[in-house]
């Protein structure tokens, strides 16, 4: 496996990535676009990538613009609408990489990022198919509110008023810690992933905080079809709300598949559940941008003519 850091233009800024290739591949291969969540970095998504390139895909594991490694300012400005723009944007990069098959493309996302790939897919014909790891925020406005309370909305909604205030008059936005600091695990949590990763800050801009009430992926799910749309997510998950993900496979259309594994959140980025929920991702590209037989169009009617064929047409 070898792994380049690339740049790719997204908007007006350029967003950072880590590109890893297989060591041997006879020809173009199949690529993966791989979204990190909210609040982490791409270099936390390096086991998984490790697991999808064993299996013979190129990964371009992403960081969403004012996120990591990427440019734009303010820093951690997590809207969104714009980091499925990153993601369409990074579809459009991989695809002019030669070791690339550029009718082979699949997504993969975490939490935040595997909503962010479900819009992507919704609207971009050029997704093949779908994984999602501990899908989350299908409905910004009730997650917020199931996790906080309608008291703890209203408290959200007067932080926004007051940052676009101090924005009106300063010309900066109010900066806050996104995951907030009362449960110890989720201190001891970003604690460490501050050591691991140089690049992660988990303080955002409030602004972000209407962007994600806003965010309403769970409008376009249904869209993802025909493209093939894999859910994994863990039994205990307390961070990603099971009925949340299970109301949104419903609404989803076939093809789907939906694993619920025996460990919470945290336990499908280590071992032995990390392993367990990647395989079932590799299992799905591989049958579905591998295995089937890719989409060929009729031929032109100039083609018909030239080689003296008769179109059939169907009567109702």
């Known amino acids: 496996m070898t792994i380049e850091h690339i740049r790719f233009r997204s908007g007006d800024v350029h967003c950072a990535a880590d590109l890893y290739l297989p060591q041997e591949a006879d020809?173009?291969?199949p690529g993966v676009v791989m979204g990190h969540s909210v609040h982490m970095v791409k270099e936390a998504l390096a086991p998984g990538a490790a697991y999808l390139v064993r299996a013979g895909f190129a990964v371009l594991a992403i960081d969403y613009r004012t996120i990591g490694a990427s440019e734009g300012h303010p820093r951690g400005q997590v809207f969104p609408h714009r980091y499925v723009d990153d993601v369409r944007n990074a579809i459009t990069y991989l695809q002019g990489r030669p070791e690339v098959d550029a009718a082979r493309i699949g997504l993969w996302g975490h939490s935040l990022g595997a909503t962010v790939a479900i819009q992507a897919a919704a609207i971009d014909r050029r997704v093949a198919c779908v994984a999602c790891q501990n899908p989350s925020m299908f409905n910004g406005w009730r997650a917020m509110e199931k996790a906080r309370g309608r008291a703890g909305v209203q408290a959200i909604l007067d932080v926004v008023d007051q940052d676009l205030r101090q924005r009106q008059e300063t010309g900066k936005g109010m900066r806050m810690p996104l995951l907030g600091t009362g449960d110890p695990h989720i201190v001891d949590y970003l604690q460490l992933a501050k050591e691991v990763y140089p690049t992660f800050d988990d303080e955002v801009e409030a602004e972000s905080l209407a962007q994600v009430l806003l965010w309403v992926p769970e409008a376009f799910i249904e869209r993802v079809a025909p493209r093939p749309l894999l859910m994994v997510t863990g039994r205990e998950d307390l961070t990603h709300d099971i009925d949340e993900v299970l109301a949104a496979y419903d609404q989803a259309r076939e093809p789907k598949r939906l694993e619920i594994l025996p460990y919470d959140e945290?336990?499908?980025?280590?071992?032995?559940?990390?392993?367990?929920?990647?395989?079932?991702?590799?299992e799905w590209f591989h049958r579905h941008l591998i295995e089937a037989e890719p989409f060929v169009p009729s031929p032109p009617a100039s083609e018909v003519r030239a080689k003296g064929l008769r179109p059939e047409f169907t009567s109702q």
Request: charged share 10%.
């Open 27 to 29: 020809g173009p291969v």
């Open 266 to 282: 945290r336990g499908l980025s280590v071992e032995p559940g990390l392993g367990q929920a990647m395989s079932l991702a590799a």
